[in-house]
C-alpha cells in the first residue's frame, strides 16, 4: 500500500483532507501523501503524560517507566498520535485536568505543521479512571447482573464522562473469557462462558460507542488462559479453543457492539505472540471479520517481543514484526516505533508501505473523530461545571450493584436479618471502603500510590450501609483479621463478639492490586482458591460458635467454598460491586432488596480443582475414572432470593410438549417458550436461561453451554411469558476439518435456572444437511419477555 500526493484536490481554497464532506478515507489519504515519514511516525505513537494539578500543561512520564527521558517540545514537533492517560496517572481536579489537557492540545496543535491534535484514551473498565468520578462494579459483577441493557446504560454514561472531558478513546472492555480462576486479572473478565462475554460485552461497546468514545477490545487474544493462571505466562490452546471459547466475544463485540479499535494480548498463544502474529491481527481480523479500525499495543507489549519473549533481536526488528502483523499505534508511549522504526525504515528493512498502512487507519479515525476539522476546539465539552460523579451516575452504580449481589445459599432462612437483631459484624473487610473496588478503578489502581490525597468519592462500606439499613438492630464490630497479615491475634475478638450475637455476618474475600500488591488484580495471581491469609482461620473460628453465621464475600474472583457451605446460615457473593457496593450488600442482608445475580462463574467446591470451568466435555466432569471431583459448590448461573418463582408451560413453537421432539432446520430458528409467575409477597426478578445440550458430535462438546437467557423483573402475583428465538448458528461449532459446522442430528434445548438445574428439557432433531457457517452467521438468540397477568402493589425493591 502507498499513497500519493496529489490524489485528492483542494476544495475552496482548502486541503482536501481538512473537508468535512469527504469521507474519512478520503480525507486519510489526502493527509498522509502530505506527510514526511517522521511525521507519519508520530502519528502512530502515544505518549504517557499526567495532568497537571494546576491546569498548566502535562508532563511526560515515560521517565517513571521506561527509563528514557522525553522532551515534550521535541516529542510534539512533528504532531502526536496519541495522549496516554493525562487523567488515570495521578489525582488532579476534574476541571484542572480538563483545562491542562486543552492547553497541551493547543500546543501539539501549534507544533507540528498540519496542526492535528492527538487523540486521548483512558481506563475505563469500572468507570472512567479519573480522580472524583463514579467507580461502578467490576466486570464479574456484570456478568452476574445478566442485565445488558443495564451495561450498555452504564456504558454510555461512562462514554458521556469522558468526551465532556476531552477524552477520546476508551481503554475497555476486557472480553477475556475467563478459564482459571487463579489468575488475579479474572476480576475484569465477565464471566467463564463466552455467549455472556459476547452479549454483555456488545452491549458495553454500544454505550461506550454511542457516546462518541472509541471502544477498545482487550486482551486480542487468549490472555486470560495462561498456564497456571500466571500473568503473561505462556498460552497452552488448540485452535478449536481459540476458535469456539476465546474469539466469540471479540467478534460480537465487533458486529454487534461497533468497535473501533482492539488491543493486542500480551501472552503468546502456543508459541505466537498476538503482536506478532499476522495471522490473528491481519488475516482473521481484518481480512476475514472486516475490521477497519485500529490495533493498538497493550502498553510496552511492542517492546516485549524483545524484552519478554525474545522473538526480537533488537527494538527496530520489535517494531518491524509488530508493524507487519497488524499493529498500528504504539502505547503507552513513544519507544520501539519512534526512533528505532525510523532508522529501520531509512535503511530499508522496513517497507515504508506497512507504515503508511498503519498511519492511513489512524488518520481515517481521527477524522471519524473530527480531529482533522479545521474548526476543533480543544476546550472541554464539560466546562467549568465539570463533575465525573453526579448523582444520576451514583444511582446507576447502585442498580448495577444491586443487580450483581448474589445469595448462594440459606438454608436455615436467616436471611433477611430480623428487624432489631443483636449482630455481630466482623472480617478484616466490613469497614473498609475500599473493598468494594476493583484493580482498574482509580482509587486502587492510582490513588494508593498517594495517600496523602482523599479517595474522592463516597464510598460507604457494609457497616456503614448497615447501619443505615437496620436502624434498629445492634450491631458490634470486630475485625478480626487482616486480608493478607498472618496475624491470628484478633480472631479472639471475633469468637467473642459472635457469640454474643443473635447472628454473625462476617465479611472477607480480596483487596484489589497492582502486581503482587494485592490478592487480585493485574499481577496478582494465586496458588490456590482458599481465601487470602488467615480469612479461612477467622471463618472456620467464628462457625464453631454456634452462632447463625451469614458469609459475605467481597472478591475479585470466586473461592472454594466446599468447607463452609454446609456450617454456613447464608452466603452471599459480591465481585467488587463499586462505590455503592456497600449500600447493595446491606439492602440484600436486610431484605430491602431481594438478590437477583446469578454467578457470571463457577464456585469451586475444593482450592485445588483447577482449572475448571463449567464448559467441559463429559470427562472433564465427575467420572469413575478419577478420585478427584471436579464438581462446583455453587454452578454456573446459580443465585437465589427472596421472590418466589415458579416456571411453567415450557414448549417449542407449535406447542411441542416436554417429551416430545421437534424438528429444527440446520439453517432455520427455533423458538422456545416458558411463563414465568413471581408467587411470593416480594417484588423480584428471576434469571431464565437457555442452554445447548449436544450429545453426539464429530468433536467432543460442552456437555451444556449458554445460548440464551432473560431478565424477568415480576411484582407479586405478576406472570410474564418468556420466549427466545434461537438461531440454528448458535449450535456450530469447530469441526474436525477445521471449519465451522452445523450438524443434523438430536439436540436437547434446556431452560434451565443454572446450568446444573435443569427446569426442562425439549429434545430436538436437527434436520437438513452438514452446513458450513462463516462469519456472517448470527451471533445471538433473541429474547422477549412479556408481563401478561399484572399483580398487586410490590413489597420490597426489585
Known amino acids: 500500500m502507498s499513497v500519493q500526493a496529489g490524489d485528492q484536490p483542494a476544495s475552496e481554497g482548502r486541503p482536501a483532507w481538512r473537508d468535512p464532506r469527504r469521507s474519512p478515507a478520503e480525507r486519510a489519504a489526502d493527509l498522509a501523501a502530505r506527510m514526511t515519514i517522521e511525521e507519519k511516525l508520530a502519528q502512530l505513537v502515544g505518549v504517557w503524560v499526567g495532568a497537571d494539578a494546576s491546569g498548566g500543561g502535562v508532563a511526560p512520564h515515560q521517565s517513571d517507566l521506561a527509563g528514557e527521558t522525553v522532551e515534550w517540545a521535541e516529542v510534539i514537533r512533528h504532531g502526536l498520535g496519541q495522549l496516554t492517560r493525562p487523567f488515570g496517572t495521578a489525582p488532579v481536579e476534574p476541571v484542572a485536568g480538563a483545562l491542562s489537557l486543552a492547553r497541551s492540545q493547543a500546543e501539539i496543535v501549534a507544533a507540528s505543521r498540519f496542526a492535528i491534535p492527538a487523540l486521548v484514551h483512558e481506563e475505563c473498565l ?104 500466571r500473568n503473561l505466562a505462556p498460552v497452552s490452546m488448540g485452535a478449536r479453543e481459540l476458535a469456539d471459547v476465546v474469539l466469540p466475544p471479540f467478534e460480537a463485540a465487533l458486529r454487534l457492539g461497533g468497535a473501533r479499535s482492539v488491543m493486542h494480548s500480551y501472552a503468546d498463544v502456543d508459541g505466537v505472540p498476538p503482536a506478532a502474529d499476522p495471522r490473528l491481527l491481519t488475516d482473521l481480523l481484518r481480512d476475514r471479520w472486516g475490521f477497519e479500525g485500529t490495533v493498538v499495543a497493550d502498553y510496552f507489549g511492542v517492546r516485549f517481543l524483545e524484552t519478554l519473549h525474545g522473538v526480537a533481536e533488537s527494538a527496530g526488528r520489535a517494531a518491524a514484526l509488530a508493524l507487519a502483523a497488524g499493529v498500528d499505534v504504539e502505547l503507552p508511549t513513544v519507544d520501539t516505533f519512534g526512533a528505532p522504526l525510523l532508522a529501520a525504515v531509512h535503511a530499508g528493512e522496513v517497507d515504508e508501505a506497512l507504515v503508511d498502512r498503519a498511519l492511513l487507519r489512524v488518520l481515517r479515525q481521527k477524522a471519524e473523530l473530527g480531529l482533522l476539522d479545521e474548526g476543533w476546539s480543544a476546550e472541554p465539552t464539560g466546562g467549568p461545571d465539570l463533575v465525573l460523579d453526579d448523582a444520576g451516575s451514583r444511582d446507576l452504580a447502585l442498580r448495577l450493584a444491586r443487580e450483581s449481589v448474589v445469595l448462594l445459599s440459606n438454608p436455615r432462612a436467616v436471611l433477611p436479618l430480623a428487624p432489631g437483631a443483636r449482630i455481630a459484624l466482623v472480617g478484616p473487610l466490613a469497614d473498609d471502603p475500599m473493598a468494594m473496588l476493583g484493580c482498574y478503578s482509580f482509587p486502587a489502581h492510582v490513588g494508593t500510590q498517594h495517600p496523602e490525597v482523599p479517595i474522592g468519592i463516597d464510598i460507604p462500606s457494609v457497616r456503614a450501609a448497615l447501619d443505615v439499613a437496620a436502624p434498629g438492630a445492634t450491631i458490634v464490630h ?110 440484600v442482608l436486610t431484605g430491602a432488596v431481594s438478590p437477583s445475580g446469578r454467578l457470571p462463574v463457577s464456585v469451586p467446591r475444593d482450592p485445588g480443582g483447577q482449572p475448571g470451568t463449567y464448559l467441559s466435555a463429559p470427562l472433564g466432569l465427575r467420572s469413575g475414572v478419577s478420585n478427584v471431583d471436579p464438581t462446583p459448590a455453587f454452578p454456573f ?162
Not at 497479615?485 to 457469640?499: C, F, K, L, T, Y
Not at 417429551?659 to 408467587?679: F, K, M, Q, S
Not at 432433531?765 to 438468540?781: P, T
Open 126 to 229: 469500572a468507570g472512567f479512571a479519573a480522580w472524583r468520578a463514579t467507580v461502578y462494579p467490576v466486570p464479574l459483577s456484570w456478568g452476574a447482573s445478566f442485565d445488558p441493557q443495564l451495561i450498555e446504560e452504564m456504558a454510555g454514561r461512562i462514554g458521556a464522562s469522558m468526551r465532556a472531558a476531552g477524552v477520546h478513546q476508551g481503554l475497555a472492555p476486557v472480553l477475556d473469557v475467563a478459564r482459571d480462576h487463579r489468575w488475579g486479572r479474572t476480576e475484569e473478565t465477565i464471566s467463564e462462558d463466552p455467549y455472556l462475554v459476547a452479549t454483555i460485552g456488545a452491549s458495553y461497546v454500544r454505550g461506550l460507542e454511542d457516546a462518541g468514545v472509541v471502544a477498545t477490545l482487550k486482551h486480542f487474544a487468549g490472555y486470560s488462559a495462561s498456564r497456571a493462571g
Open 478 to 587: 470486630a475485625r478480626g483479621c487482616d486480608v493478607t497479615d498472618p496475624d491470628r491475634s484478633g480472631i479472639a475478638e471475633a469468637v467473642a463478639a459472635a457469640r454474643a450475637a443473635q447472628v454473625c455476618v462476617v465479611v472477607v474475600g480480596d483487596r484489589a492490586g497492582l502486581f503482587g500488591r494485592g490478592t487480585s488484580g493485574e499481577g496478582c495471581d494465586a496458588t490456590d482458591l482458599t481465601l487470602p491469609g488467615v480469612q479461612a482461620d477467622l471463618l472456620r473460628a467464628v462457625l464453631a460458635t454456634g452462632t447463625p453465621v451469614v458469609v459475605v464475600l467481597l472478591t475479585g474472583r470466586p473461592y472454594a467454598l466446599g468447607e463452609y457451605v454446609d456450617d454456613a446460615a447464608a452466603i452471599v457473593q459480591a465481585f467488587f460491586p463499586g462505590q455503592r457496593g456497600g449500600q447493595a450488600v446491606a439492602e
Open 637 to 798: 448461573g446459580h443465585g437465589l432470593g427472596y421472590a418466589q418463582f415458579t416456571w411453567e408451560d415450557a414448549q417449542l413453537q407449535g406447542g411441542s410438549p416436554e417429551g416430545g421432539t421437534g424438528t429444527w432446520a440446520v439453517d432455520g430458528d427455533v423458538r422456545v417458550e416458558v411463563t414465568v409467575r413471581n408467587t411470593g409477597a416480594v417484588a423480584g426478578a428471576d434469571v431464565v436461561q437457555l442452554y445447548l445440550h449436544d450429545p453426539v458430535a464429530q468433536v467432543t462438546r460442552p456437555v451444556v453451554r449458554l445460548v440464551g437467557y432473560a431478565r424477568v423483573a415480576l411484582d407479586p402475583g405478576e406472570r410474564a411469558r418468556v420466549r427466545f428465538t434461537v438461531p440454528a448458528d448458535l449450535a456450530a461449532f469447530t469441526g474436525v476439518g477445521g471449519g465451522m459446522v452445523v450438524e443434523p442430528g438430536e439436540v436437547e434445548l434446556r431452560i434451565s435456572r443454572s446450568s446444573a438445574d435443569v427446569h426442562a428439557a425439549l429434545r430436538l432433531r436437527m434436520v437438513g444437511a452438514l452446513r458450513a457457517v462463516g462469519h456472517d452467521r448470527q451471533l445471538v438468540s433473541a429474547a422477549e419477555v412479556t408481563v401478561v397477568d399484572r399483580g398487586p402493589a410490590a413489597v420490597g425493591v426489585a
